[in-house]
């Protein structure tokens, strides 16, 4: 599945995006879906996942309680309030397919992978 990611721009600290993740060729119901995020000399970390059903979620402790993961059958957003510097950085979506409906946190766990878009809070 071929993923592009966006809606990404310069906000100020408190602010809030939305950050959307599209598929083509195929829909997305059969994945589950995360979001992971590079600042710049760092890995890229887990931010935010959701199983194919959308009834799982997973979020990494820096971010829960500000940002939410949702989806349907063709998109995932990433809804990003109370944002803060430290939340700068490239957003990647990836997909994974799911046969169990399970939440995926991890890279590996990952085989397609959209381009990223990128987000800068300020201070």
């Known amino acids: 599945v071929q993923l592009q990611a966006y809606g990404g721009g310069l906000v100020q600290a408190g602010g809030s995006l939305r950050l959307s993740c599209g598929a083509s060729r195929r829909p997305l119901n059969d994945y589950a879906v995360g979001w992971f995020r590079q600042a710049p000399g760092k890995e890229r970390e887990f931010v935010a996942a959701?199983?194919?059903?959308?009834?799982r979620m997973s979020y990494a402790d820096s971010v829960k309680g500000r940002f939410t993961i949702s989806r349907d059958r063709n998109t995932v957003w990433l809804t990003m309030n109370g944002l803060k510097p430290e939340d700068t950085g490239v957003y990647h979506c990836a997909a994974g397919y799911s046969r169990w409906d399970d939440v995926k946190t991890k890279r590996n766990d990952y085989d397609d992978w959209g381009q990223g878009t990128q987000v800068t809070v300020s201070s």
């Open positions: 959701v199983a194919r059903s959308g009834r």
